[in-house]
């Protein structure tokens, strides 16, 4: 059916959100597109909002639409990650293709509900900018206008559930990511208290005494093997608070925490570095 810009725009925006992956739980992967040429991208999963990206979108004739993204800050997860999306030369924009499909089409949802949507937008490569979309780039079409599947004669067309693909290795983030002071204040905390001192002090002697982590933990009577199931401890009950908050991915956390438990020497230099600040090479 050929549709005039106006008619794509109306049915853009004539829905509250279109979505993909709706065959999962605890999933979203959303576009809003609004009335006034500005929308806004959402991914989440495992009870986390990994992106949320503002954009003003322009259609062409052609059947592309042009994004432009701009800085986004939610007053909610700022204190624990900043901006949800920075917008630089490189990502500022993108032009994707798409097809503007007329169903109806029936999804089989989480929890055995079924739902009938009346359009399907299908993309011809992922809209979100580098790196802030689902690891699978594969998931391209989003549904909108849900609607009772007795409403019109055309017959429904049964959607076929997707193969859910694993996540990338490495993670999408460098252990960097992870050290936010917000999150390594429980690290530091655990680690100060079974060596019986705070926090401070212990930074006070790497710091300006030169001192390694293993040193201190000598000084107080503990040694290297009781040290490094201490070390263990703190950074699993850090990792855990990120995954409560949202701000990792269980996966991700499951990632390093395989890592860090066969290399002991890893683990005791990123634990330093949460105490120093210095930065850390966990490459060898």
Same mark, same amino acid.
């Given at each position: 059916m050929?549709r005039?810009?106006g008619?794509?725009?109306?049915i853009?925006?004539?829905t509250? $959100?279109?979505?993909?992956?709706?065959?999962?739980y605890?999933f979203?992967?959303?576009?809003?597109f609004?009335?006034d040429?500005t929308?806004?991208m959402?991914?989440g999963?495992?009870q986390?909002?990994?992106?949320?990206?503002n954009?003003r979108?322009?259609?062409?004739?052609d059947m592309q639409?042009?994004?432009e993204?701009?800085?986004?800050?939610?007053?909610?997860?700022?204190?624990?990650?900043?901006?949800m999306?920075?917008?630089?030369?490189?990502?500022?924009?993108?032009?994707?293709a798409?097809?503007?499909?007329d169903?109806?089409f &029936?999804i089989d949802?989480?929890?055995?509900?079924?739902?009938?949507? $009346?359009?399907l937008l299908?993309f011809?490569?992922?809209?979100?900018?580098?790196?802030?979309?689902?690891?699978?780039?594969?998931?391209?079409?989003y549904?909108?206008w849900?609607?009772? &599947?007795?409403l019109?004669?055309?017959?429904?067309v049964?959607v076929?559930r997707p193969?859910?693909?694993?996540h990338r290795?490495?993670?999408?983030h460098?252990?960097?990511?992870?050290?936010n002071?917000?999150?390594?204040a429980?690290?530091?905390?655990? &680690?100060?208290?079974?060596l019986?001192?705070?926090?401070e002090?212990i930074?006070?002697?790497?710091v300006?005494?030169?001192?390694?982590?293993?040193?201190?933990?000598?000084?107080?009577?503990i040694f290297?093997?009781?040290?490094?199931?201490i070390e263990?401890k703190?950074?699993?009950?850090?990792?855990d608070?990120e995954?409560?908050?949202?701000?990792? $991915?269980?996966?991700?956390?499951?990632a390093w925490k395989?890592?860090?438990?066969?290399?002991?020497?890893?683990l005791?230099?990123?634990?330093g570095?949460?105490f120093s600040?210095?930065?850390?090479?966990?490459?060898?």
């Amino acid at each position: 059916m050929s549709r005039t810009i106006g008619q794509i725009r109306d049915i853009l925006h004539g829905t509250s $959100r279109w979505k993909a992956g709706l065959y999962w739980y605890d999933f979203l992967l959303a576009i809003e597109f609004h009335q006034d040429g500005t929308g806004e991208m959402m991914y989440g999963e495992n009870q986390g909002l990994r992106s949320d990206i503002n954009f003003r979108y322009d259609i062409t004739a052609d059947m592309q639409i042009h994004f432009e993204f701009f800085d986004t800050i939610d007053a909610f997860w700022l204190p624990y990650r900043g901006k949800m999306f920075e917008r630089t030369e490189k990502n500022a924009l993108k032009t994707v293709a798409f097809q503007l499909l007329d169903g109806p089409f &029936v999804i089989d949802e989480p929890y055995h509900q079924q739902h009938t949507y $009346r359009y399907l937008l299908r993309f011809a490569s992922d809209p979100f900018p580098e790196g802030e979309g689902p690891a699978d780039a594969s998931l391209l079409d989003y549904y909108g206008w849900m609607r009772d &599947v007795s409403l019109g004669s055309k017959p429904p067309v049964g959607v076929q559930r997707p193969v859910r693909q694993p996540h990338r290795w490495p993670p999408a983030h460098t252990f960097a990511f992870f050290l936010n002071p917000t999150f390594t204040a429980i690290a530091t905390q655990e &680690v100060a208290s079974a060596l019986h001192l705070t926090p401070e002090q212990i930074t006070i002697k790497m710091v300006k005494a030169n001192y390694g982590l293993s040193a201190i933990a000598a000084d107080q009577g503990i040694f290297y093997d009781q040290l490094y199931p201490i070390e263990k401890k703190a950074v699993s009950a850090m990792l855990d608070a990120e995954i409560k908050a949202g701000y990792i $991915r269980p996966e991700e956390a499951t990632a390093w925490k395989n890592l860090f438990w066969d290399n002991p020497g890893k683990l005791d230099t990123v634990v330093g570095s949460m105490f120093s600040g210095l930065p850390v090479d966990i490459s060898f």
